[in-house]
């Protein structure tokens, strides 16, 4: 090999320099080419990120295009309905749908909202005030609202059932005319932000979950749904054949139906899923994780138990929401005061200046309304949970702390009385 490079030398001087030249230009070439494929690829992501910009300017577009459309649909105050039709859905629980009288357009709303009456009932001297959660996703126009019969408690002597379920149930009648206010309330699911959700109610509170899952059905969204839902028996579960179809039809809703008190004619498997009520060891039982958002809807202490379960389970507070109607203690609740606080508070005075009294706070009382009523001064009081803003009043003087977030909106030096408690001394028009 020595002899032969020797020889090609000693003929060719110059072929050694031709094939490093040729060897240094093929390297440039190369460098050349990476450098144009780098620029290349560096461009293309530079597309690729200026498309992805683009789209979520559209979609941001859009969004604020949407909410444009829908407020200008939406409106102040009330406004006239039409009941146009009233279906029992099972015993003591009927539907109701609603369309606009003026026959104009209804804005969207977020499923999980409620919609707010005022209705004029014989025999009360005030229009009467109550929400009622939308237990459907949004129709262009027609609004649905499910009321379950409130019957008289049966340990109670002489008890009443409830005003206005009652008339709902028993008086209202297709093509009867109602006031309704728009839309509201800040319990709802984000099918912008949709994670994997965990749907959990009892009784009438199913309403607001099923416009969440009849939401998520209607966008074509595969979001993974589990729905725990709790009733006593076959005789009041709200929706079963309708729960059963969809679950039957949609892989990424699961279902689970559980019955505190099956009658025998109740087949496990075909009706219900679990005896019992539904409980957080339930969910530990059956969820993969415990990394969904919660949606809780329910009487008080169900709501109570779910939420210390899966705060225990280590669930983010931010990560269970709900929605309570009526004098139902939650899971933000403010802790109550220790020995020293109650002593500071018991100092607090609390004038009622049409009532003409002045009295000392009292910390059990919780809030100001129940305090109110105990001391014989008059507060008008719709749903007991700060949505409805029926329980408005005036502050003359002094502040008062929240116990819950509000969902009505309240002007300046007034306070819903049913959800907030004295910082100050105070005086109510009341």
Same mark, same amino acid.
């Not at 620029?39 to 577009?61: H, P, T």
């Not at 009321?147 to 340990?155: F, G, N, S």
């Given at each position: 090999?020595?002899?032969?490079?020797?020889?090609?030398?000693?003929?060719?001087?110059?072929?050694?320099?031709?094939?490093?030249?040729?060897?240094?230009?093929?390297?440039?070439?190369?460098?050349?080419?990476?450098?144009?494929?780098?620029?290349?690829?560096?461009?293309?992501?530079?597309?690729?990120?200026?498309?992805?910009?683009?789209?979520?300017?559209?979609?941001?577009?859009?969004?604020?295009?949407?909410?444009?459309?829908?407020?200008?649909? +939406?409106?102040?105050?009330?406004?006239?309905?039409?009941?146009?039709?009233?279906?029992?859905?099972?015993?003591?629980?009927?539907?109701?749908?609603?369309?606009?009288?003026?026959?104009?357009?209804?804005?969207?709303?977020?499923?999980?909202?409620?919609?707010?009456?005022?209705?004029?009932?014989?025999?009360?001297?005030?229009?009467?005030?109550?929400?009622?959660?939308? +237990?459907?996703?949004?129709?262009?126009?027609?609004?649905?609202?499910?009321?379950?019969?409130?019957?008289?408690?049966?340990?109670?002597?002489?008890?009443?059932?409830?005003?206005? +379920?009652?008339?709902?149930?028993?008086?209202?009648?297709?093509?009867?005319?109602?006031?309704?206010?728009?839309?509201?309330?800040?319990?709802?699911?984000?099918?912008?932000?949709?994670?994997?959700?965990?749907?959990?109610?009892?009784?009438?509170?199913?309403?607001?979950?099923? +416009?969440?899952?009849?939401?998520?059905?209607?966008?074509?969204?595969?979001?993974?749904?589990?729905?725990?839902?709790?009733?006593?028996?076959r005789e009041d579960h709200i929706f079963k054949e309708y729960l059963q179809k969809i679950a039957a039809v949609h892989d990424n809703l699961r279902l689970h139906v559980c019955y505190s008190r099956p009658e025998k004619s109740d087949v496990i498997g075909r009706d219900y899923h679990h005896s019992g009520r539904v409980t957080a060891e339930l969910l530990k039982e059956n969820l993969p994780s415990s990394n969904y958002d919660y949606f809780l809807c329910g009487p008080g202490p169900f709501m109570n138990s779910l939420t210390e379960g899966l705060t225990a389970w280590g669930v983010p507070e931010q990560n269970i929401h709900y929605e309570a109607f009526g004098p139902a203690t939650v899971k933000k609740a403010a802790p109550p005061p220790n020995a020293a606080d109650t002593a500071l508070l018991s100092k607090l005075s609390i004038t009622f200046s049409r009532l003409g009294k002045t009295f000392h706070w009292n910390p059990a009382s919780g809030n100001l309304l129940d305090f109110a009523e105990s001391k014989g001064a008059k507060i008008e009081a719709g749903c007991r949970a700060g949505n409805c803003g029926t329980c408005v009043v005036a502050l003359k003087s002094g502040s008062v702390d929240y116990i819950t977030p509000t969902g009505a909106s309240t002007e300046l030096n007034t306070c819903l009385a049913c959800i907030c408690r004295p910082k100050t001394d105070l005086v109510l028009d009341a």
């Open positions: 090999m020595q002899t032969f490079l020797q020889t090609a030398l000693d003929e060719n001087p110059g072929w050694l320099a031709g094939w490093a030249l040729l060897a240094v230009m093929g390297v440039y070439g190369l460098a050349l080419l990476f450098g144009a494929l780098r620029r290349l690829y560096f461009q293309r992501g530079q597309q690729a990120l200026a498309r992805q910009w683009m789209r979520e300017e559209i979609k941001a577009a859009k969004i604020r295009t949407k909410e444009a459309e829908e407020a200008k649909l +939406s409106w102040n105050g009330c406004r006239k309905f039409e009941v146009v039709s009233k279906t029992v859905e099972c015993e003591n629980v009927v539907s109701f749908c609603l369309a606009p009288h003026d026959k104009r357009p209804l804005p969207a709303f977020k499923p999980g909202q409620y919609i707010t009456f005022q209705l004029t009932i014989p025999g009360q001297g005030k229009p009467v005030i109550r929400c009622y959660s939308l +237990s459907d996703s949004h129709r262009p126009n027609r609004y649905r609202v499910t009321i379950k019969k409130v019957l008289p408690a049966p340990d109670v002597a002489d008890g009443k059932p409830g005003l206005v +379920s009652s008339y709902f149930c028993d008086t209202v009648r297709e093509g009867d005319i109602l006031d309704v206010k728009a839309p509201n309330g800040h319990f709802y699911m984000d099918l912008q932000e949709a994670r994997p959700a965990v749907l959990i109610s009892a009784g009438v509170g199913v309403t607001p979950m099923v +416009s969440m899952v009849n939401a998520i059905i209607d966008s074509g969204l595969k979001t993974e749904v589990w729905f725990f839902f709790g009733a006593r028996s």
